[in-house]
């Protein structure tokens, strides 16, 4: 059963756009939600994360939105640019009771065009 | 500071010969984490550590084993490798005083053909 849904599994935007990824969760144990960015070859990076108490933050062109009700939460890349080609994973996991670690998405592979 | 590395970088093996891929880390994390990446799959966890002589299992642990021998290095070993075993190979480690455990640090990672 897979714990963390993500959505789409490929991306592809025009430079300037917005680029928008979906994951879904099951469990209302999991109290952090970090997105990690994967280059080509290189090992993923925590990018940007969330708790449940915020319903979005913002980091320059990265945005987390979170709906705790329907259990979603989403990344959004504005004014998407060619250097955000990469594949993104969202992941879940409970910063207490001992299970800290993450359970991640698939991964969606974000193409931006120039 | 480093951060986490690992060795090799790329392998090429038999099916039925065994490796050792190892991870090491220069930040004093406490737990450590070795994961496998297919197309489509996403990250799986194989096995992890929480400390210095500890391991334990993850999701798809067949067919590995790991040692934690010191706090800095986690071994994966393939005693028999076998095609399915084609993968690309990340370690990951995380908590130390001030640091939480949730937010994890990823190598470079290790290409596999096992042919």
């Known amino acids: 059963q897979q714990q963390v849904k993500q959505s789409p599994q490929s991306l592809i935007v025009q430079k300037g756009g917005i680029s928008i990824i979906n994951c879904a969760y099951e469990?209302?144990?999991?109290?952090?939600f970090p997105w990690y960015q994967q280059f080509p070859g290189k090992g993923p990076a925590l990018l940007i994360a969330?708790?449940?108490?915020?319903s979005e933050k913002k980091e320059g062109r990265f945005t987390i939105s979170f709906n705790k009700s329907a259990k979603q939460f989403s990344l959004h890349i504005m004014d998407s640019q060619p250097g955000d080609s990469a594949t993104y994973f969202c992941?879940?996991?409970?910063?207490?009771?001992?299970?800290?670690?993450?359970?991640f998405g698939r991964g969606t592979s974000l193409i931006v065009h120039p | 500071n480093a951060g986490v590395t690992q060795t090799p970088k790329f392998r090429v093996l038999k099916t039925g010969q065994s490796m050792t891929l190892l991870c090491a880390q220069d930040?004093?994390?406490?737990?450590m984490y070795w994961y496998r990446q297919d197309p489509g799959m996403g990250l799986r966890l194989i096995h992890y550590?929480?400390?210095?002589?500890?391991?334990a299992k993850g999701e798809v642990p067949d067919g590995y084993n790991v040692s934690r021998l010191k706090k800095q290095n986690f071994l994966l070993g393939l005693e028999s490798a076998a095609p399915s075993q084609t993968s690309v190979y990340f370690c990951?480690?995380?908590?130390?005083?001030?640091?939480?455990?949730?937010?994890?640090?990823f190598g470079p990672g290790t290409r596999l053909t096992v042919t």
């Open positions: 550590s929480v400390g210095e002589g500890t391991t």
């Open positions: 930040m004093n994390h406490e737990y």
């Open positions: 469990n209302t144990a999991f109290d952090y």
């Open positions: 969330i708790r449940p108490d915020v």
């Open positions: 992941a879940a996991s409970m910063t207490s009771g001992g299970s800290y670690i993450p359970t």
């Open positions: 990951a480690s995380s908590y130390s005083q001030g640091a939480p455990a949730y937010e994890q640090y």
